[in-house]
Nanobody, 121 residues
Framework: QVQLVESGGGLVQPGGSLRLSCAAS????????MAWYRQAPGKQRELVAS???????NYADSVKGRFTISRDNAKNTVYLQMNSVKSEDTAVYYC???????????????WGQGTQVTVSA
């Protein structure tokens, strides 16, 4: 069993900051890439940011310069620091991790349950 548990979502005013966390637990051998996605009402899920085990990052153009993704490999946790948030950042945010389980040769994607972020005055 592998679980991804997100936390840190909530209501934030435009221009404010929020930090999301996602911790992976269970029978984990290794974790490859970790990422944050988001899905706004009526829209498709989109990639927000990703990070490799070595720390190489990638961002959607819409969040570059405002959001920062980081990870703690010892804790199997990925973070998303959201600064200067805008109303268009309102969405359910999901974390994703490519995980190789113990006693397995396969690396598979696992998703968290999602956490709501609402940007409103």
């Amino acid at each position: 069993q592998v679980q991804l548990v997100e936390s840190g979502g909530g209501l934030v005013q435009p221009g404010g900051s929020l930090r999301l966390s996602c911790a992976a637990s269970g029978s984990i051998f290794s974790i490859n890439a970790m990422a944050w996605y988001r899905q706004a009402p009526g829209k498709q899920r989109e990639l927000v940011a990703s990070i490799t085990p070595g720390g190489t990052t990638n961002y959607a153009d819409s969040v570059k310069g405002r959001f920062t993704i980081s990870r703690d490999n010892a804790k199997n946790t990925v973070y998303l620091q959201m600064n200067s948030v805008k109303s268009e950042d309102t969405a359910v945010y999901y974390c994703k991790a490519d995980i190789r389980r113990n006693l397995s040769v396969y690396t598979l994607p696992y998703w968290g349950q999602g956490t709501q972020v609402t940007v409103s005055a």
